[in-house]
T-cell receptor, first 115, second 111 residues
Framework: NAGVTQTPKFRILKIGQSMTLQCAQDMNHNYMYWYRQDPGMGLKLIYYSVGAGITDKGEVPNGYNVSRSTTEDFPLRLELAAPSQTSVYFC??????????????FGPGTRLTVT | KQEVTQIPAALSVPEGENLVLNCSFTDSAIYNLQWFRQDPGKGLTSLLLIQSSQREQTSGRLNASLDKSSGRSTLYIAASQPGDSATYLCAVVYGNNRLAFGKGNQVVVIP
C-alpha cells in the first residue's frame, strides 16, 4: 500500500493564479481531510469528506474548494491564490469517523508559496 | 471553541533522560485524544490514541495519560534517544470529524 499520496511536493504560485493539490489513498477509506499548517502552528481543518460525493467545510474553508468523485481521490482547489494561503497542506484519511477512534493516516504534505 | 495548548513549545534534553510533554484542552467534551510525531518536512505519524473513557495508553517507551475532567494529557518518553528528536503534536477529537491540534512540542535529544 502506498497509503496517502500528495502531489506536488512543492509549488510556487503567483498571486491570482489557480491550482489543484492532488491527494489519493489506496486504503479504501471513506473519510478524507485537508489541513493546512502555518509555521509554528498546529494543523487547521479546511474541508473533509465522508464519502464519494459528500464534502463539508472545516475550520478555514475560505478560498478553497473540494470535490470527491471517487473514494480514492480528494483534490483541493485554490481559485485565486493569495499570500495568506502560503502554507503546508496535508491530506489525511481514516476508515471511520474520527469520533469512533480510528487512526488517521497523513500524506507527506505539499509546501505552497504564494508571491 | 476547542483550544489545545502544548507546553513547553521547545525543549532540549540529554540522551537517556525521560521526556515529559504536556497538552491541555479547554472543552472536556472530547471523543478521544491523539499524540502525533512530525519530523521536519514530513507528514504526521500517529503515536498513541486514548479514548475518552481511558486513562492511559502505552506503546514501548511511550506512555500517554488523559485526565478528561481537568482537560490535560501528558506524553512520557522514557530513556530518550537522539532518534526521538521531532515535533510532537497533541490533538483532540471533539466532533464527529473535528480534530483540534496544538502547536506542538519541539524536542531535541542531545547525544
Amino acid at each position: 500500500n502506498a497509503g496517502v499520496t500528495q502531489t506536488p511536493k512543492f509549488r510556487i504560485l503567483k498571486i491570482g493564479q489557480s491550482m489543484t493539490l492532488q491527494c489519493a489513498q489506496d486504503m479504501n477509506h471513506n473519510y478524507m481531510y485537508w489541513y493546512r499548517q502555518d509555521p509554528g502552528m498546529g494543523l487547521k481543518l479546511i474541508y473533509y469528506s465522508v464519502g464519494a460525493g459528500i464534502t463539508d467545510k472545516g475550520e478555514v474553508p475560505n478560498g478553497y474548494n473540494v470535490s470527491r468523485s471517487t473514494t480514492e481521490d480528494f483534490p483541493l482547489r485554490l481559485e485565486l491564490a493569495a499570500p495568506s494561503q502560503t502554507s503546508v497542506y496535508f491530506c489525511a484519511s481514516s476508515p471511520l469517523r474520527l469520533a469512533g477512534g480510528p487512526q488517521q493516516y497523513f500524506g507527506p504534505g505539499t509546501r505552497l508559496t504564494v508571491t | 471553541k476547542q483550544e489545545v495548548t502544548q507546553i513547553p513549545a521547545a525543549l532540549s534534553v540529554p540522551e537517556g533522560e525521560n521526556l515529559v510533554l504536556n497538552c491541555s484542552f479547554t472543552d472536556s467534551a472530547i471523543y478521544n485524544l491523539q499524540w502525533f510525531r512530525q519530523d521536519p518536512g514530513k507528514g504526521l505519524t500517529s503515536l498513541l490514541l486514548i479514548q475518552s473513557s481511558q486513562r492511559e495508553q502505552t506503546s514501548g517507551r511511550l506512555n500517554a495519560s488523559l485526565d478528561k475532567s481537568s482537560g490535560r494529557s501528558t506524553l512520557y518518553i522514557a530513556a530518550s534517544q537522539p532518534g526521538d528528536s521531532a515535533t510532537y503534536l497533541c490533538a483532540v477529537v471533539y466532533g464527529n470529524n473535528r480534530l483540534a491540534f496544538g502547536k506542538g512540542n519541539q524536542v531535541v535529544v542531545i547525544p
